[in-house]
């Protein structure tokens, strides 16, 4: 029962660093890569869908991308909501192709970055918390019921408790390694 509790808790954990990680590799360091655009929602009939379902993404060279909207009436809102995103690209149309360069980073977005990174990795954070709490409230419902005994329960608690702490290391690991590479020039 404890067991079970465990490993579901250490998979669902496992599966916020996982997310944090996904988030933290979508906010750019002045390299360009083509996962950049997939939080970028554009209109398409009525109904918000990702640019990469609606144009083939690709790499023209390190530091631009080349969007090519599958339909050709869809390159002004994908270029619109590119622009609209808070990513802060400017892209331009060159006929059916929009070109999105990626900037230098400025210290001040820079700092800005790191702030947006920051708050992600506080959502990490929390969300480990909140796995932490469900385990131990799954524990005092097993003690109240009489399934465990007191001795268990706590045991159980301090186990999630050591597996919480080793994610929010990692969390904390992963946040000053992209800190580091935010800053780099």
């Known amino acids: 029962m404890i067991n079970e509790i465990q490993k579901s808790a250490e998979s669902k954990m496992q599966k916020s660093l996982e997310v944090l990680k996904n988030n933290l590799s979508k906010v750019r360091t002045g390299r360009a890569h083509t996962g950049l655009l997939d939080q970028v929602n554009v209109d398409y009939y009525g109904s ?13 060279d390190a530091r631009t991308i080349g969007v090519k909207p599958f339909e050709s009436k869809m390159a002004a809102p994908i270029e619109k909501a590119i622009r609209d995103s808070d990513l802060g690209l400017n892209p331009s149309s060159m006929g059916d192709l929009i070109r999105v360069p990626m900037p230098m980073l400025t210290e001040e977005r820079r700092k800005d970055l790191i702030k947006i990174v920051r708050a992600e990795a506080e959502e990490g954070r929390v969300a480990l918390r ?3 709490r469900d385990a131990n409230n799954d524990f005092k419902t097993l003690l109240k019921d ?14 999630i408790q050591k597996l919480t702490d080793k994610y929010v290391a990692e ?15």
């Open 48 to 60: 918000p869908v990702s640019v990469s379902q609606v144009a083939n993404i690709t790499l023209l």
């Open 130 to 132: 909140n796995v932490r």
């Open 146 to 159: 009489k399934e465990v005994s007191e001795d268990d329960a706590r045991r159980g608690e301090d186990l």
């Open 171 to 185: 969390v904390d690991k992963t946040l000053a390694a992209k800190e580091a590479d935010l800053m780099a020039i």
